[in-house]
């Protein structure tokens, strides 16, 4: 049983959480970037660990031509408006322990983008040498192998202590992808063409002192990736290497990487995400989700048979929702709601043009209607909730 005063307190909570209006750090650069590019957007979620529970002050930056970026409260729960590019809205998660993650999110500027982020942990890492360098292994995924004295402090002198060096792959199949990877796969050319890409194999590779202070590369490192067991038989002699830019969330080209047995096999010169990838053409699958006149919040998984991936993907708060599909490819595409039931399995055709899958309205049995009066710590009635 709770107190008065326990009672007034949780009130209190739900009315802050409900209506507070969240803070925002702005940073405003000289991007170099034509403005009629930018489209002004609003983003919402959650931050959860690989368990599900949530993650408290993480920092969630939008957009990096004009980055905006707040930090998310003790349910994990962010909302917050900057801008993005037109054919790229992504945002960025941090959190000491913790491996950055990015997620695509909607650019349509007159409604907000709902999300659920992932993020992974970082872990223990593997200790090596900076005077000796040495090799890093993660089985089924691949290894990172590094010259002697390959690596300089923030002062920009070399570093030759003990480095723990954080690798992790990453399965460009994973259900969970998209809640930490941008999986529109954008890569983006000298032309400023926008290009989708079809990924080999990623990983994820942090170096840092033993202080904790992350180290950069004065020597290239040595990369093996392992090319995921479907994908063997197709998987071409050799191709571009990508990096995942983090300020703007396009996959840049950078060196090339050559198969050797079931891995390719390249060379780095700075750690973000790295990809091996070809280039294919892809189209745009869109449509509305309703519930009579609401639009509720539910999580679409996208599974193309073709291809073997897995996407998973957000309605924004008019009920859009739209992703890339490669072409020719086709599957199905699965609506689950917050119990996990799915209450919606559509086929998806052969995709060789931009598809517009209409309305998709959904049935009320599957969603539950919360109704009340809020009150204040004297019981009396909140009349309005800004």
Known sequence: MITLKEYCFLVLLCILFSCRKDSVETTITNPNIDPKRLVETTVSGLVLDEQGFPIQDAKVTVGAIYSSSTVTDQNGYFKFTGFVTKENGVIKIEKEQFLTSYV??????????????????????????????????????????????????????????????????????????????????????????VQRLQSYGMVDVIIKAENDQELRLQKQAKLEIQVPQQQINSAPSSMPLWYLNDSSGFWIEEGRAILEGNKYVGYVNHFTPWNCDTIVNSFLVEGNINVGTYHPEVELIYEDEMFGTKSILYPNTSGYFSYRIQSGGYGKLKIINDCDEIIVQKEIPTVNARLNLGVLNLDEKYFSKISGTIVDCGFEPIKKVM
């Open 104 to 193: 695509n999110i909607s650019t349509n500027a007159k409604d907000t983008s709902r999300v659920k982020v992932l993020l992974r942990t970082l872990g223990s890492g593997t200790q090596i040498r900076g005077i000796e360098g040495g090799k890093v292994e993660v089985r089924n995924f691949g290894s990172v192998e590094f010259e002697p004295e390959s690596f300089l402090d923030s002062e920009g002198k070399i570093y030759k202590g003990q480095v723990k060096v954080f690798f992790r792959g990453i399965d460009p199949f994973d259900q969970n992808l998209a809640k930490y990877i941008p999986t529109e796969m954008l890569s983006i050319n000298a032309n400023q063409d």
